[in-house]
């Protein structure tokens, strides 16, 4: 009798071992993913002066450039997720410009753990959280950069929490070493934060972003709204202080997608530095309208940028200072 009873409890607790076995298994499974693109791009200022780019990535004039080449592996195991991410050519040197020889080549590097549900750690070096606009070309649907990328933070290196609050709902908090330095003896650190939300719907989202240290500090708003699958419509607002000066900008994107194989983007941004904390001084007002054709993995992007200064900072095909600039640009971007 007893032996009847004991073999179902037998069979019952081998079971329930061997679904724990297996859930333990599919918990620490590895999988990897890789994101590999490849950018360049031909542009001619209209007076055939490059200087008169005062923004980041595109400083040239009637030649072709590489943008960068780039891979990205990422790797996840149980509740450890790490990322490394490598570029080559101007734009990786650009992003990475404090750094020197094989480290303006790390675009990102960081391991990321999540102790529970709804909280994550991550240590190590990340594309900043603040602004619109992201380096990658891949990731933008204009080319050429906005004002307020160009004179924000480009990336961050350090210890950061991502903190899931209920719903659509979320913060960030962190400390990391001093803006755009990979390593550094400064003892100045800076604290990061971010508060995020949507809609029940992801039509609209809502991204609250600082950064603050001890001379300087940076709140920045981006908005993105969906009105149908043709129209989007994007935000960025931001005020920075530097050493007690302020610059500002307010830039608005426009999507327009008649089908998924071409669209336009219109970039209208209104930038403020007659402060002259990043070094412009002046403000300027820029148009950009870029076009994306799609083709399979090949992305081609022509586009055409206005700068309108308040004072005359541009040059014109005489050398003499005026207070417009315009260029033309084409971009391909491969992606796989």
Known sequence: MKSKILLPVFLLLSHISKAQTDSTAKAAQASNSYTIYFDGYYKSDFSKKATNNKTSFTNSNQSLQLGMA??????????????????????????????????????????????????????????????????????????????????????HTGIRADIALGGKSAMMIGFVQPTDFTFSSSPDKILIAQFSTSSKNDLLKAFLNYQGG???????????????NQIGINYDGTIANISGNNWTSNAVYVNYDPSAKFGFIL??????????????????????ISANIHFSKLTLIPEIRFDNAKDKIFFNSNNNLNKYAGSFLIAAVYKF
């Open 214 to 228: 001890y001379d300087k500090s940076q709140f920045d708003l981006v908005l993105n709204g969906v009105v149908n």
């Open 267 to 288: 970039r209208s941004e209104y930038f403020n530095d007659s402060k002259n904390a990043v070094g412009v001084g002046s403000s300027i007002f820029q148009n950009t």
């Open 70 to 155: 780039s891979i990205k592996i990422d790797h996840t195991k149980g509740n450890f997720a790490s990322t490394l991410d490598i570029g080559l050519g101007k734009r990786a040197q650009e992003f990475s410009y404090n750094d020197n020889g094989v480290l303006q080549a790390i675009k990102q590097a960081y391991i990321s753990y999540a102790p529970m549900n709804g909280l994550k750690i991550t240590v190590g070096k990340w594309a900043t959280h603040i602004g619109y606009e992201l380096l990658d070309a891949y990731s933008n649907r204009n080319y050429s950069m906005s004002y307020a990328f160009s004179y924000g933070p480009f990336f």
